[in-house]
């Protein structure tokens, strides 16, 4: 079945070509869709195109429909062009002419819009949520460790003295940035696009006020010509912060694996987070990370796939666009599962308590010692110098302690003021309200 169908039958080399993968793809916005017809034919009713009659027993079935994507029990059958026909000849079949109803004021165009608004907004619900968590085991991690010195680096050299709770934090904060770009991007999802129909609107008079309000979006795409541009833009701004997001992850990851290497022997995975060699019986590899590290990295080259798919489209609809969703629908499973087994390693992590006491890091102190010198009175430059000829004589004997107290540093790690960071960021996306929206309409 097609929507489109006039009694033409497709050639079938032709068919297969153009439908792609789309009937598995459209497995992922299966509910959104079957959500945004609750909304329209709610809204057609309010404006006289659906019977007051007809309305319930169009819901109920459209809930029963919804239902079964929940539990996996929902296919889209062979010979079905996409989703929105799926769920149209399912209606049809059950309800009869009732069933046809439900497309007036619509084109597949602002369906698919619609559908792929409402999915990436509850996808990146679901991202925050899990890297809000992660934030969250980062601080503890940072506050267990903040006593204990680890070695900082520039150029991979040598450099000052760092420490655990200095680095599990860092990575603490750089997510919580990433979570502003993902409010951004969640800011111009949150936009109703239906009503735009095939991108210059309808005869009809649609209430399209009312079901942004029925869909809990922020505000609607006004400009149904915009409405439809926005395919592949909100795509292309939503993959930019998942990939910001991975590129952060994607270097906690590198760290993890470098640290873990005998030449720096900084943390520890337990045995069974890690896998062996089939001819070497020392190895204990932390593959998860390096996976992470590949699949963040893989992540980080989506938006530049969208952006050549994209690019130099004239306004309108065209083709091209369906082969955004293979690249983008997958991303977000890829990165929740990133984040969830990160954090999990994570959390098992041993560190390495003695690190600093191994002669080979005494010269991470020699700033600290150049300073104690100035605190003395004497010229940062004379300081530098001596230190300097001390560490050429080969008597540099520094004390391994630090006493940094300024916002950020070792003593002074600012957690609190991150975590008050992130729950402001988390607090904005406003989950709760768009939850309400969607759970009324479910029970309408």
Same mark, same amino acid.
């Given at each position: 079945m097609k929507l489109w169908e006039k009694g033409i039958p497709v050639n079938q080399a032709i068919?297969?070509?153009?439908?792609?993968?789309? $009937?598995?793809?459209?497995?992922?916005?299966?509910?959104? =869709?079957?959500?945004?017809?609750?909304? *329209?034919?709610?809204?057609?009713?309010?404006?006289?195109?659906?019977?007051?009659?007809?309305?319930?027993?169009?819901?109920k079935s459209l809930r029963k429909l919804y239902e079964e994507?929940?539990?996996?029990?929902?296919?889209?059958?062979?010979?079905?062009?996409?989703? *929105?026909?799926?769920?149209?000849?399912?209606?049809?079949k059950t309800l009869?002419?009732?069933?046809?109803?439900?497309?007036?004021?619509?084109?597949?165009?602002?369906?698919?819009?619609?559908?792929?608004?409402?999915?990436? $907004?509850?996808?990146? $619900?679901?991202?925050?949520?899990?890297?809000?968590?992660l934030i969250d085991l980062l601080l503890n991690r940072a506050e267990e460790t903040k006593?204990?010195?680890?070695?900082?680096?520039?150029?991979?050299?040598?450099?000052?003295?760092?420490?655990?709770?200095?680095?599990?934090? @860092?990575? @603490?904060?750089?997510?919580? =940035?990433?979570?502003?770009?993902l409010l951004s991007a969640y800011k111009i999802t949150n936009q109703n696009p239906l009503g735009s129909a095939a991108g210059y609107g309808s005869s009809f008079p649609l209430n399209r006020q009312m079901t942004t309000d029925l869909l809990?979006?922020?505000?609607?795409?006004?400009?149904?010509?915009? @409405?439809?541009?926005?395919?592949?833009?909100?795509?292309?701004?939503?993959?930019?912060?998942?990939?910001n997001l991975a590129s952060t992850l994607s270097k906690l990851a590198f760290d993890v694996c470098l640290f873990m290497s005998q030449n720096f022997g900084f943390v520890r995975l337990p045995d069974e987070f890690t896998t062996g060699s089939s001819i070497m019986p020392h190895k204990k590899n932390p593959d998860v990370f390096e996976l992470v590290r590949a699949r963040c990295n893989?992540?980080?080259?989506?938006?530049?796939?969208?952006?050549?798919?994209?690019?130099?489209?004239p306004s309108g609809y065209f083709r091209d666009l369906q082969l955004v969703k293979e690249v983008f629908l997958p991303s977000f499973k890829e990165i929740t599962d990133c984040l969830n087994i990160s954090s999990l390693a994570l959390e098992n992590m041993t560190v390495n308590t003695d690190i600093t006491s191994n002669p080979m890091y005494d010269y991470l102190f020699s700033v600290e010692e150049v300073n104690k010198l100035v605190l003395q009175g004497m010229p940062f430059r004379?300081?530098?110098?001596?230190?300097?000829?001390?560490?050429?004589?080969?008597?540099?004997?520094p004390e391994k302690q630090v006493n940094h107290t300024h916002e950020g540093s070792i003593?002074?790690?600012?957690?609190?003021?991150?975590?008050? *960071?992130?729950?402001?960021?988390?607090g904005q996306f406003k989950f709760a309200e768009t939850g309400k929206a969607i759970e009324k309409l479910l029970n309408s």
């Amino acid at each position: 079945m097609k929507l489109w169908e006039k009694g033409i039958p497709v050639n079938q080399a032709i068919e297969k070509f153009t439908v792609g993968n789309d $009937r598995e793809l459209d497995i992922y916005l299966a509910p959104f =869709d079957i959500l945004g017809s609750m909304a *329209h034919i709610t809204m057609l009713e309010s404006v006289g195109l659906i019977e007051k009659h007809e309305l319930p027993v169009l819901l109920k079935s459209l809930r029963k429909l919804y239902e079964e994507t929940t539990t996996s029990q929902f296919v889209i059958e062979g010979g079905i062009e996409d989703v *929105h026909s799926q769920v149209e000849f399912l209606l049809t079949k059950t309800l009869g002419d009732l069933g046809k109803k439900i497309h007036s004021g619509r084109s597949r165009n602002d369906q698919v819009l619609l559908d792929l608004k409402l999915f990436t $907004r509850d996808a990146i $619900r679901e991202v925050v949520e899990t890297t809000s968590g992660l934030i969250d085991l980062l601080l503890n991690r940072a506050e267990e460790t903040k006593h204990i010195l680890m070695p900082g680096y520039t150029h991979l050299q040598v450099a000052m003295p760092s420490s655990f709770g200095l680095w599990f934090s @860092a990575y @603490a904060e750089s997510m919580t =940035d990433d979570l502003e770009l993902l409010l951004s991007a969640y800011k111009i999802t949150n936009q109703n696009p239906l009503g735009s129909a095939a991108g210059y609107g309808s005869s009809f008079p649609l209430n399209r006020q009312m079901t942004t309000d029925l869909l809990g979006f922020s505000k609607m795409n006004y400009n149904v010509v915009y @409405a439809q541009m926005g395919r592949g833009k909100t795509e292309k701004i939503v993959s930019f912060a998942i990939a910001n997001l991975a590129s952060t992850l994607s270097k906690l990851a590198f760290d993890v694996c470098l640290f873990m290497s005998q030449n720096f022997g900084f943390v520890r995975l337990p045995d069974e987070f890690t896998t062996g060699s089939s001819i070497m019986p020392h190895k204990k590899n932390p593959d998860v990370f390096e996976l992470v590290r590949a699949r963040c990295n893989k992540l980080q080259g989506i938006p530049a796939q969208i952006t050549i798919m994209t690019n130099n489209l004239p306004s309108g609809y065209f083709r091209d666009l369906q082969l955004v969703k293979e690249v983008f629908l997958p991303s977000f499973k890829e990165i929740t599962d990133c984040l969830n087994i990160s954090s999990l390693a994570l959390e098992n992590m041993t560190v390495n308590t003695d690190i600093t006491s191994n002669p080979m890091y005494d010269y991470l102190f020699s700033v600290e010692e150049v300073n104690k010198l100035v605190l003395q009175g004497m010229p940062f430059r004379d300081a530098y110098k001596t230190v300097g000829e001390q560490i050429n004589a080969g008597n540099f004997n520094p004390e391994k302690q630090v006493n940094h107290t300024h916002e950020g540093s070792i003593g002074n790690l600012c957690l609190d003021k991150i975590q008050e *960071h992130k729950q402001q960021i988390v607090g904005q996306f406003k989950f709760a309200e768009t939850g309400k929206a969607i759970e009324k309409l479910l029970n309408s």
